[in-house]
């Protein structure tokens, strides 16, 4: 009896802890499902943070920026008077490029409203509907036919900055006259026109073709375009074959000693540089003691190849060492030399994560500002550069010079400019992403 009563409390005893371990370990699950779903909260909260803050950036500078992509423009007869745009009759371009065409331009605006106004106000406010840069549209078409002289043609003319923000809303119609940029008088001669239909917002072609300008309705980016297209091309021709060739040489060839440790750390260092130091680099080097033209794309190109540099070289080396060795092995297996695996099968194999970096490289290079501003590049340049020496600009410097104006038209310039260098960075990262999965292999 004693020993059955025994068993029974052991028993008893054993059920009690069998239930509290239970327990226990029930807590301790509930513990950690709730960290978990704790942790899943917190990594979709950051995403959601970060998609809205993304969602903001994005929205901002759209709101801003599509205006730039339109311009007001006014229609008007222009009579190329002969006694004003060439008296002596010579055609001779540098006669052609001196003539007053504002002047022809104002005596359009005088005959679309029924004559030369009597009173000097109002031919000033008169004066204001049209851009400054007017002569330079009506000039451009004598010098490039200048059998148009004598005629009277319809040309579509920019209206002034102050002009487009009302149509585009920029500037309030109600607010009182005295406080508007845009009198009552202009007021009235805009919607003579607008419902005449010679003034209307037409597609901003001069964003993308027109050279930099103090007035922001001339003002585009096709000097920095043409600059930031220099300098790709010079980043392409010396970062991609050196930066591979390096990675080649030290994954595959380099033997394993300090020397080579010292310079993979230094490449670890260098693309952790602020880009303002190759800037520096390039002042002191290239333009200094090169004699290299400041503001020239050249200079651009050749600082921002030695920026792209360690990132391609990085890279370049991890697609390399993710190639399986067994690649390596069965190549050596069937009598192939060290560089008929190289160039046979291992960088075929690695060419996507070396498109990929490559173009992560550049897309990275496109948008520094720094470096490009301490070599001049912040220059303000209106002819067009025809090759990487002459004098030129580019987007993110552009953006950061319309950024720092005060002209209220250079706003929606800086917003359609960022757009722009955001739209070309999209299209690098889509390259990379098409290449990576067009050559793309398993094994």
């Not at 209106?382 to 250079?410: C, H, K, N």
Request: proline letters at 5%; one cysteine or more; a positive charge.
């Amino acid at each position: 009896m004693e020993a059955q009563e025994v068993q029974k409390e052991i028993a008893n005893d054993l059920s009690v802890h069998s239930a509290a371990a239970k327990r226990r370990m029930s807590k301790r699950l509930k513990k950690r499902q709730a960290a978990e779903k704790r942790f899943r909260f917190y990594g979709l909260s950051a995403i959601c943070i970060g998609l809205m803050f993304l969602v903001i950036l994005f929205t901002t500078i759209i709101g801003k920026g599509w205006p730039a992509f339109l311009q007001t423009s006014i229609q008007l007869n222009v009579n190329l008077d002969p006694e004003i745009v060439d008296p002596t009759g010579g055609r001779n371009v540098e006669k052609l490029m001196q003539a007053n065409y504002t002047k022809i331009a104002r005596n359009a605006l005088y005959t679309e409203f029924g004559g030369k106004p009597k009173n000097r106000k109002t031919r000033k406010l008169m004066h204001k509907l049209l851009s400054r840069g007017v002569d330079v549209q009506i000039r451009d078409q004598v010098v490039a036919n200048p059998s148009l002289i004598g005629k009277t043609i319809p040309i579509w003319l920019y209206a002034h900055g102050n002009v487009d923000a009302v149509l585009k809303g920029a500037i309030d119609r109600n607010t009182e006259n005295s406080s508007r940029l845009v009198k009552d008088e202009q007021l009235a001669w805009m919607d003579k026109l607008v419902a005449s239909g010679k003034m209307v917002k037409r597609f901003n072609w001069g964003l993308f073709t027109n050279p930099a300008s103090s007035q922001p309705e001339t003002a585009g980016l096709g000097v920095a375009l043409i600059g930031t297209f220099f300098m790709v091309i010079i980043v392409l021709f010396l970062a991609i074959p050196i930066g591979v060739a390096a990675a080649l040489y030290l994954e595959e060839f380099a033997p394993k000693n300090r020397l080579t440790d010292i310079i993979e750390v230094n490449i670890n260092n260098l693309a952790a540089v602020p880009s303002i130091v190759f800037g520096l680099l390039g002042l002191a080097v290239f333009i200094n003691f090169m004699g290299l033209p400041r503001s020239g794309s050249i200079v651009g190109g050749l600082v921002l190849a030695l920026m792209t540099l360690p990132t391609i070289i990085i890279a370049t080396r991890s697609a390399l060492r993710a190639v399986s060795p067994s690649i390596r092995e069965g190549a050596y297996g069937v009598g192939a030399s060290k560089i008929q695996t190289i160039f046979h099968h291992v960088l075929p194999l690695a060419f996507p994560g070396i498109m990929t970096g490559t173009i992560i490289g550049i897309v990275q290079a496109v948008g520094e500002t720094a470096p490009l501003l301490m070599i001049g590049m912040v220059a303000f340049v209106q002819d067009f550069p025809t090759t990487p020496m002459e004098p030129a600009t580019a987007l993110p410097v552009q953006i950061y010079m319309w950024a720092t104006s005060a002209e209220r038209g250079f706003v929606e310039r800086t917003a359609g400019a960022t757009m722009v260098l955001l739209a070309g960075l999209f299209v690098l990262n889509a390259g990379a992403v098409y290449l990576r999965r067009k050559y793309e292999r398993k094994w």
